[in-house]
């Protein structure tokens, strides 16, 4: 099919619920379901967790069609709420995490209560009744992408849209009849939700001859020369990981059933040697799927999609089609084949694609591995059991595929490229890779963070080599543009004294110091996309074996390949050669057993080649000639790191694959030499054909392997069993048990544990080393179980936590810290200008020092333990207090020293201005002030009071939970609340009126003195308190008697069931804006008319629909206006640059306006030009 090109659609307003907050709030209606009422603010202000503006997803496209569709529609028109009465997102995070691990009876009741609770929404939905106040919809729990499963959210989906949605994401193919796991299906059905930018080009057509389904590992027959026997073996020869000396896994000892959802899996840890690869004597591991994840896109279509996307540059991309997940790499394959196709057919490139199908590869444009491809398995089962449509297509299921494609419109989408990695030297450790290297000495830790201290103290020398390039954590589709500021300071130095600069870099240092303190550590390196050997892959295209087995010698065999945008500069800098390793990491890193070391496969001179070959015996003319070979084919892709084919990297970093995973690649020495020493590797020598002695790391450790649950348990066959009850019936939704065994997991508690252990195991000057099969609990453990708690997602099987959860443990000093760090940070006073630190020792034990941080005494405080043992992570607190003593002092001193303010000269109006220049100043200042003060009162007035409203706490629920727990048992409490006080509380608003207000009630309630009447007088006052005289309460004898009973201040419950009936009371958006008017600026123009209306409608959308990244929105309007006012002709640019720089001299916000509302080219004009820097 041809896409299109289509208007870019808005940001869709998407509305996220608390589900804590509305099993506390919200009442089950009359059909029995949750009933969220919009129209009611108070209720919507304590549900509605925030609404956000989220960018486009393939799921959003197909709520439009299926809008069109159930509507008869002809092309809709998309607003920012097309969706928001369609789709929604419920927060279950504090339902399964909150005191998940807490065993006292009170909290594993209050959890039971929460997770009914959560089941009864899953499997009966809700009803919500929108702010139009019209007919209340029904939504249903519909799917999540991975973000959302790791969050604990699930979107819910508008019922009536609910099957047409199926059909439409299901490719119109009937899941009934196919054979599918659970865990499987919502995870692939997922990948609708990922952001993602649609490719909308003419001259891209997808469909079965552009787009073919490669197979993961291409066979071949040979015969054996021994027994005459046809077998199959690997195309290119090789599948193995090498260089495993042993693995370390496990094997189910036990099963128990923890409760009807779940069971919890004991198992037995083992370590096993690998089998040793013969040939090379080398020790191997079985690769079952050596390119999971990742293709090949030809430049032509490449260059396409960066025209789509309106970028350039992007040579590998993360793409997203319906069951389609992974990367695409650009590669000149047509050209590859046409040169090395020697065997073949050389007018048609003949390949036998993953489904039997014979394609040409000359048409294809896009190359996708049967590992992406993931409804390969339900594709051919579904049509195997519709014959009459595998005919209608052909007998090709690709063509099916297609047709269903552009029957349901879908699109082929790309949620990022490699623009954001490969193009800076320096990237993070965090205090997990931190607590397993072996540092032999302090002073080797102190060279360690000594450049992210120094980035400390000048800042402008952190944007210059890291500060002013993109953000490594978040992939994008484009390079991050550089503000107009930092060019600026970077150009001229000077201008540090700027008063918007100065603050940026103030703010630059705090986060400086954060990331010290929380662990994340600037080290030299860079953030890449892993990915295996692409040649072998791209060999396995020819048509013809006597062409493919040429290449065997080429492949990558023991370096890394990272190509780069010109010379490797931080490598020049550090001295890094062909024999230099550099160290892997992967995120979680919980033990050793995750370290990797590689050498890489580079540009190098014949002497230092020649003396240094080891693995092979290629000569340095061949070894050139195949790095030749991977620049030309491989040389634009920028954002990845290459391993070789048989590398174990992707297994030591916890199992990678290749469709987005993201790694680092270390040059600090310091690092490589932690992991070296650290017990991982072992230090060899060798000796080769000239006699030249070598030194290389051997590993040591083993290579931790996750079991397959499935695989040891034949008598268990799960996908039967699994869909022995979807089967039965034709409308599946979303199990319990899927959901519980996706949200309910133990990641983080391993993560803190493995820490803790590792304080023992890597702990300074006493480390001890822990066999794998051992009893004992260890690191290592911790990275097995982890990988285990995350495929129970899949299956349903947590692993039992016991062997690593011993009592004897010590809780790590630093973890203890740092969660009261975050909770201290959460404080609304909370800044770094303002932390306090205090040193000290407890009174009653005076030999335990500590160090703590806070901002006021009766606040939360971060106390941290001191120590000289355990591993380097403990010296973090202590570097950070004394980082934190040295910005204080700098920038007391720096406030002294620049007291006085400064004016840069290249920003003074010129001399001997006409009256005419001056006149056209005046009103284009007048102009930009208006839109300034616009800014003020909305940013800095309206908006915090109309926050600090919103942040009014309403404690009635909590205060009938203490009372209730301190006069009842807690079982009983329990019952009381969930039946008793919501009963009452129902009959209480029914008995509400004009005449009957629960104010009135409250005022009777002291009128008859409640708190002193006698025992048998009660009940008769109650009738009189609640004043229904129509259609007296008809209290239950139980409620009667819960609401007589003054034991233990049970006189207050009547009152605080009254609050709770009223619930919480706030001002409307329209009162809250009459008291605030008086303050408010006022301008002339219909201009201003419109920015006061559009900044009106952003805090209005803050305060009712609990909207988020309101101030940015309130500066991108004023922003706007200022550009679109310093567009006018009148005056000169140089002159509209001086008036507003001498408009917002005084406030760092406004000068922020200064630096974004100029185009950079003439910012950089007016600097160049001065010569003096500062007057």
């Known amino acids: 099919m041809d896409l299109q090109k289509q208007k870019e659609t808005p940001k869709q307003k998407v509305m996220t619920l608390n589900a804590e907050q509305m099993f506390r709030y919200c009442e089950k209606n009359a059909s029995d379901v949750f009933m969220l009422d919009l129209t009611d603010y108070s209720l919507q202000k304590n549900v509605v967790e925030q609404t956000e503006d989220r960018e486009d997803c393939p799921l959003f496209h197909q709520i439009y069609r299926a809008i069109e569709e159930m509507e008869e529609l002809g092309t809709l028109e998309i607003t920012d709420k097309t969706i928001y009465d369609k789709l929604i997102i419920i927060d279950f995070d504090k339902v399964f995490r909150d005191d998940i691990y807490a065993n006292n009876d009170l909290t ?34 519909f799917d999540k992408s991975g973000s959302m499963s790791r969050t604990s959210r699930i979107s819910f989906v508008a019922d009536e849209l609910r099957e047409e949605l199926d059909k439409r994401l299901n490719l119109g193919m009937d899941f009934t009849q196919i054979d599918y796991v659970d865990s499987k299906y919502y995870a692939y059905r997922g990948l609708y939700l990922s952001s993602s930018k649609r490719i909308c080009h003419e001259d891209i057509d997808l469909n079965e001859s552009t787009v073919v389904i490669i197979k993961d590992e291409r066979m071949r027959e040979y015969k054996d020369l021994k027994t005459g026997d046809v077998a199959e073996k690997p195309f290119t020869d090789r599948k193995y990981d090498r260089d495993i000396p042993s693995i370390g896994t496990a094997e189910v000892e036990k099963i128990a059933k923890v409760d009807d959802e779940r069971e919890e899996i004991y198992w037995k840890f083992d370590e096993k040697n690998c089998t040793e690869d013969k040939k090379n004597k080398l020790p191997s591991l079985y690769v079952d799927i050596p390119f999971d994840g990742m293709g090949f896109i030809s430049p032509t279509y490449a260059e396409k999609l960066n025209e789509a996307l309106g970028i350039s540059g992007a040579t590998s991309f993360q793409i997203r089609m319906p069951f389609v997940k992974g990367m695409l790499h650009t590669v000149d394959v047509h050209g590859f084949l046409k040169k090395y196709n020697k065997h073949g057919n050389k007018e048609k490139l003949v390949y036998e694609d993953a489904f039997g199908c014979e394609r040409d590869l000359n048409n294809a444009q896009i190359f996708i591995t049967e590992s992406m491809f993931k409804a390969l398995k339900w594709i051919k089962q579904y049509l195997k059991n519709n014959n009459a449509e595998y005919e209608s297509n052909k007998n090709d299921p690709m063509k099916f595929y297609f047709a269903k494609f552009e029957e349901f419109d879908h699109g082929l989408y790309i949620s990022a490229t490699n623009l954001s990695y490969g193009k800076k030297a320096i990237t993070h450790l965090n205090y997990q890779v931190i607590n397993t290297l072996k540092f032999e000495k302090k ?29 490594e954590d978040n992939a994008s589709l484009a390079r991050t543009v550089i503000p107009n500021w930092k060019k600026a300071v970077l150009k001229n130095e000077k201008l540090r004294s700027d008063i918007y600069i100065k603050s940026q870099l103030q703010n630059i240092q705090k986060g400086l110091l954060t990331q010290l303190v929380e662990g994340k550590i600037i080290v030299e390196g860079q953030n890449r996309y892993l990915c295996r050997d692409l040649l072998p892959l791209l060999v396995s295209l020819l048509e013809k074996y006597e062409d493919a087995k040429d290449f065997y010698y080429t492949y990558l065999f023991t370096g890394f390949y990272m190509p780069m945008d010109g010379k490797d500069s931080k490598a020049e800098e550090l001295e890094l050669g062909h024999l230099s390793y550099y160290a892997f990491f992967r995120n979680p890193h919980l033990s050793r057993n995750e370290q990797a070391l590689l050498r890489r496969f580079t540009e190098t001179d014949e002497e230092t080649y020649e003396n240094n070959v080891h693995v092979t015996n290629v000569s340095y003319e061949k070894y050139m000639e195949f790095y ?16 070789p084919r048989g590398s174990a990297v992707p297994l030591i970093l916890g199992g990678a694959d290749f469709d987005g995973d993201l790694v680092k690649v270390i040059y600090n020495q310091e690092v490589v030499k932690a992991v070296a020493k650290g017990r991982t590797y072992e230090e060899e020598s060798g000796e080769n054909k000239k006699g030249i002695k070598y030194k290389y790391y051997k590993r040591r450790l083993p290579v931790i392997k996750i079991p397959d649950y499935k695989d040891q348990n034949d008598n268990v066959n799960e996908k039967e069993q699994n869909n022995k009850d979807t089967s039965k019936k034709k409308d599946v939704k979303v199990p319990w048990s899927h959901i519980i065994n996706t949200f309910s997991n133990k990641i983080g508690l391993i993560s803190d544990t493995a820490i803790s252990i590792g304080q023992k195991e890597y702990g300074r000057g006493n480390e ?19 990988g285990l708690e995350i495929d129970a997602a899949k299956n349903g099987k947590h692993p039992n936590l016991d062997t690593i959860l011993k ?23 909370y800044s770094i200008d303002r932390l306090k630190v205090n040193e000290g020792s407890k009174k009653e034990e005076s030999d335990i020092k500590y160090i ?17 043992d355990g591993t380097y992570i403990n010296e973090l607190p202590k570097v950070f207090k004394e980082s934190l003593e040295e910005y204080k002092k700098a920038f007391t001193d720096n406030t002294r020293k620049n007291a006085k303010k400064v004016t840069h000269s290249f920003f003074e109006y010129p001399k001997n201005l006409s009256e005419k220049e001056k006149k056209a100043i005046e009103e284009y200042k007048k102009a930009c002030r208006s839109v300034l003060d616009y800014y003020h009162f909305y940013a800095n007035i309206f908006l915090p009071r109309l926050r600090n409203e919103k942040e009014k706490n309403f404690y009635a629920p909590e205060n009938i939970e203490r009372n209730l727990f301190q006069i009842y048992d807690e079982e009983t409490a329990m019952a009381i609340r969930q039946k008793v006080v919501p009963s009452i509380c129902r009959k209480i608003k029914e008995s509400v009126s004009n005449q009957n207000s629960i104010e009135t009630m409250i005022e009777r309630l002291e009128e008859e003195q409640w708190v002193l009447l006698p025992q048998k007088e009660r009940d008769k006052a109650l009738t009189r308190i609640i004043g229904n005289e129509v259609k007296p309460v008809a209290f239950e004898e139980e409620e009667i008697k819960f609401l007589c009973h003054f034991n233990q201040q049970g006189y207050k419950m009547l009152w605080l069931i009254l609050s709770l009936a009223a619930g919480p009371q706030y001002k409307s958006f329209g009162t809250f804006k009459d008291t605030i008017e008086k303050g408010k600026p006022y301008s002339e123009g219909d201009n201003i008319k419109e920015l006061d209306k559009s900044l009106e409608n952003i805090v209005c959308d803050y305060y009712n629909n609990s909207a988020i990244n309101t101030e940015a929105k309130i500066y991108k309007v004023c922003l706007s206006e200022l550009r679109e006012i310093s567009k006018s002709k009148e005056l000169e640019r140089k002159l509209k640059i001086s008036a507003l720089y001498e408009l917002t001299e005084e406030s760092a916000q406004y000068r922020k306006f200064f630096w974004d509302t100029f185009w950079w080219d003439n910012l950089d004009k007016v600097i160049r030009k001065e010569k003096k820097d500062v007057k």
Do not use: W
Request: glycine share 6%; net charge positive.
């Open 807 to 829: 009592k004897d443990i010590e809780k790590s000093s630093y973890i203890s810290f740092l969660h009261n760090f975050k909770k201290l940070k959460g404080q609304s006073n």
């Open 768 to 786: 001890s080393e822990i066999e794998f099969a051992s009893k004992e609990p260890s690191c290592a453990k911790c990275t097995l179980l982890t």
């Open 108 to 141: 594993q009741l209050k959890r039971k209560e929460k997770l009914d609770n959560a089941q009864y929404l899953v499997e009966n939905g809700l009803d919500i009744l929108f702010e139009d106040g019209k007919d209340k919809i029904h939504f249903e729990a």
């Open 628 to 643: 030749k070979l991977y620049e030309k084919y491989f040389g634009k892709l920028t954002g990845i790191v290459m391993v």
């Open 443 to 471: 002073q080797q830790f102190d060279a360690l963070i000594k450049k992210h201290r120094d980035y400390i103290k000048d800042p402008i020398k952190f944007i210059r080599e890291y500060g002013a390039a993109e953000s």
């Open 852 to 868: 703590e941080f806070y901002v006021t005494a009766e606040g939360t405080k971060a106390r941290f333990k001191l120590t000289d």
